[in-house]
């Protein structure tokens, strides 16, 4: 919740201090029709691309911000930010990385704000299934049609988790794609395979995290002894 945090609130104030209306226009396209608001919220972005720099956080440092190729203008202008006030905070020009984002678990863009739209790794196995169970799939309106027509990965976000987490070969993909495209599978079926396989996830993820819990507080400790 960016534009919730004091820092990243009051960092974007100051900042506004040297962006000009010209310089957002050119980059988003703002027009006269463009309210306040939304000509300020690039500020909240490029405030909260920058924060983990401040004195608070740890101080200038290089930074890597993984994100989708629509928050291109985001970086583009935070780099320019970043250069203006280099003297004044330190900072150093973000670099970032461009992804293929996951869609959310209905089909739309993933929100930290909207907690039953993604898999988080902090959820119980129950909450898991639950919101595997309420996704939104590429299958018809009733099994029988499903079966004549077969359903549509393309649209599926089970087949989605599968192909960006849960399921590494991609032999087994291509399998459940064709049964799917032919109707051999139908989605209850698969959203319980499913389950049991991100329930297996996580099961591994709380070992390893077991495993390596001991040593990060020791480091911890290490860098901050009050830890
Ligand atoms: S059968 Fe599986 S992959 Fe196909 S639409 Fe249903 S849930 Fe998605």
């Given at each position: 919740f960016q534009s919730r945090s004091q820092e990243v609130q009051g960092l974007a104030y100051s900042l506004a201090?040297?962006?000009?209306f010209s310089e957002v226009r050119a980059i988003?396209?703002?027009?006269?029709?463009?309210h306040l608001s939304h000509l300020y919220y690039p500020m909240i972005d490029v405030a909260d691309i920058l924060h983990p720099q401040l004195e608070k956080f740890g101080g200038p440092r290089p930074t890597v911000v993984p994100v989708g190729v629509d928050q291109d203008p985001h970086l583009r202008l935070a780099r320019d930010v970043a250069a203006k006030f280099s003297e004044e905070y330190g900072f150093l020009p973000p670099s970032s990385t461009y992804h293929r984002l996951m869609r959310d678990l209905f089909g739309g863009k993933m929100s930290s704000?909207?907690?039953?739209s993604a898999l988080f790794l902090t959820d119980p196995p129950e909450v898991w299934e639950r919101k595997i169970w309420d996704a939104l799939t590429?299958?018809?309106?009733?099994a029988r049609e499903q079966r004549e027509k077969g359903g549509e990965p393309s649209k599926c976000l089970v087949y989605e988790l599968c192909m960006y987490h849960?399921?590494?070969e991609d032999k087994e993909l291509l399998e459940l794609k064709e049964r799917c495209e032919k109707g051999e599978i139908i989605c209850g079926e698969c959203k319980e395979g499913m389950v049991e396989r991100a329930k297996d996830f996580l099961r591994e993820l709380e070992e390893r995290r077991k495993e390596v819990r001991s040593k990060v507080e020791r480091l911890l400790h290490e860098i901050y002894p009050t830890f």
């Open positions: 201090r040297k962006v000009n988003y396209g703002f027009s006269g029709e463009t704000s909207r907690p039953d590429g299958g018809r309106p009733t849960f399921m590494p």
